[in-house]
């Protein structure tokens, strides 16, 4: 089993929607999780950490945590063609403290 | 805060070079960096943890002598990929953590072409 899985897509949705992204990881023990996005070709840039179990919101992000069925999410409101990227899930493991990332989900926004 | 410089952002070498590649914390001190390695439409691969004044720490599978990990100083990381083969050309990314809660910063990014 990964540590980090997501379903790599491409997820289609239309401009306006809600995208759904999600991520589930196998070390149980694991406290920090970040949604990153990348563009083609550039680095990754963080959108969203999350340590606690519930949502958090920052503008049309929302990230959701839910420890005991080791699952993360991330939504986005309102989709742009402008969040058509990857969209990678990255989780620090316990113990050796590393940061493993999933494969990433493609989002792609339809205008 | 919370800058990671990486340079150079792409490089082309003949094959049997090595090549250098730097990863600078601006604003911040940087006890661990980690440098990850991206095939097209893969997800980033770690390859090694870089700790400040000690030996890197490489993932299974990864050379240690092929990619040769150096971390002088707290803002300083450096990555050598020695006799650099076709097979090398990747994506090569870094990463440090600062103190605040942002998480893990990347630096931009370094094309690596070998031919």
């Known amino acids: 089993q990964k540590e980090v899985e997501q379903n790599s897509g491409p997820l289609s949705v239309p401009e306006g929607a809600i995208a759904s992204l999600n991520c589930t990881y196998s070390?149980?023990?694991?406290?920090?999780f970040f949604w990153y996005r990348q563009y083609s070709g550039k680095s990754p840039e963080l959108i969203m950490f999350?340590?606690?179990?519930g949502d958090k919101e920052d503008g049309r992000f929302t990230a959701q945590l839910n420890k005991a069925s080791q699952y993360v999410s991330l939504l986005i409101r309102d989709s742009q063609p402008s969040d058509s990227a990857t969209y990678l899930c990255?989780?620090?493991?316990?113990?050796?403290?590393?940061?493993?990332f999933g494969t990433g989900t493609r989002l792609k926004v339809l205008a | 805060g919370a800058v990671v410089s990486q340079h150079p952002s792409w490089v082309i070498c003949k094959s049997g070079t090595s090549v250098k590649i730097e990863c600078r914390s601006l604003?911040?001190?940087?006890?661990?960096m980690f440098w990850y390695r991206q095939f097209p439409k893969q997800s980033l691969m770690l390859m090694a943890t870089?700790?400040?004044?000690?030996?890197?720490?490489?993932e299974q599978g990864v050379e240690k002598d092929k990619f040769l990990i150096n971390h002088a100083s707290l803002t300083l990381s450096t990555l050598t990929v020695t006799s650099a083969h076709p097979e090398d050309s990747s994506f090569y990314i870094c990463?440090?953590?600062?103190?605040?809660?942002?998480?893990?910063?990347f630096g931009s990014g370094t094309r690596l072409t070998v031919v």
């Open positions: 990463s440090a953590k600062g103190d605040g809660p942002w998480g893990y910063t």
């Open positions: 070390d149980r023990g694991s406290q920090s």
């Open positions: 999350i340590y606690s179990n």
């Open positions: 990255a989780v620090i493991t316990s113990g050796t403290y590393k940061y493993i």
């Open positions: 604003d911040f001190q940087a006890t661990t």
């Open positions: 870089s700790n400040e004044g000690s030996k890197a720490t490489y």
